[in-house]
């Protein structure tokens, strides 16, 4: 299955509502979570099963979608925020991830 | 705390061999499936093999199998990568992951990943 991402890049300012869309080449159901990345770190889960967010994530952070598209929303962008984001679906393996969405400021 | 802490990576030739290790604590290591991902330099996670909890199931990528050995120990709490026949697109910083079930699912903790060079 494979999985894109639009935009590639997004820039935006601190308090701006952001959204990023993942596709896949076939129906994932809901088997699908979003990881966030900084330079030099490991992913970060962020939302699983398409709309759960993940313990300890703020709630700014929400996804929703089913089937073949998704989409990943900060509902008010914080510094904190500024990095790149994969999604990944696990309706199956092979696992396939997303190319990233890179935020950062405008 | 859930803590993994990847090792063995170094810088080695084309045509050779390396085996990464992860080092598992803060939870029921035996209970959970468990996976290798891979980044090359500046560009996305690649998702490379997996292991159900009981190590009686293995998956890999078409880019690796063949090629690619993942195994657990349980009693060392330790997952392993062998690697064999290592091309220069196998260079990427490799993470150990954690799952949140038994068989496949998402990826709730990682470690910090270790270096492979391929490179002659």
């Known amino acids: 299955i494979q999985m894109t991402q639009s935009p590639s890049t997004l820039s935006a300012s601190v308090g701006d509502r952001v959204t990023i869309t993942c596709r896949a080449s076939k129906s994932i159901n809901m088997w699908l979570a979003w990881y966030q990345q900084k330079p030099g770190k490991a992913p970060n889960l962020l939302i699983y099963?398409?709309?759960s967010l993940q313990s300890g994530v703020p709630a700014r952070f929400t996804g929703s979608g089913s089937g073949t598209e998704f989409t990943l929303t900060i509902s008010s962008l914080q510094p904190d925020d500024f990095a790149t984001y994969y999604c990944q679906q696990y309706s199956g393996y092979p696992f396939t991830f997303g190319p990233g969405t890179k935020v950062d400021i405008k | 705390e859930v803590h993994l802490v990847e090792s063995g990576g170094v810088v080695v030739q084309p045509g050779g061999s390396l085996r990464l290790s992860c080092a598992a604590s803060?939870?029921?290591?035996?209970?959970?499936?468990m996976h290798w991902v891979r980044q090359p330099p500046g560009k996305g996670p690649e998702w490379v093999s997996s292991i159900t909890w009981d190590g009686e199931n293995t998956y890999y990528g078409d880019s690796v199998k063949g090629r690619f050995t993942i195994s657990r120990d349980d009693m060392k709490s330790s997952l392993y990568l062998q690697m064999n026949d290592l091309r220069h697109e196998d260079t990427a910083l490799y993470f150990c992951a954690k799952d949140i079930g038994v068989a496949g699912t998402y990826l709730d903790s990682w470690g910090q990943g270790t270096l492979v060079t391929v490179s002659s």
């Open positions: 803060g939870f029921e290591f035996g209970d959970f499936a």
């Open positions: 099963k398409a709309s």
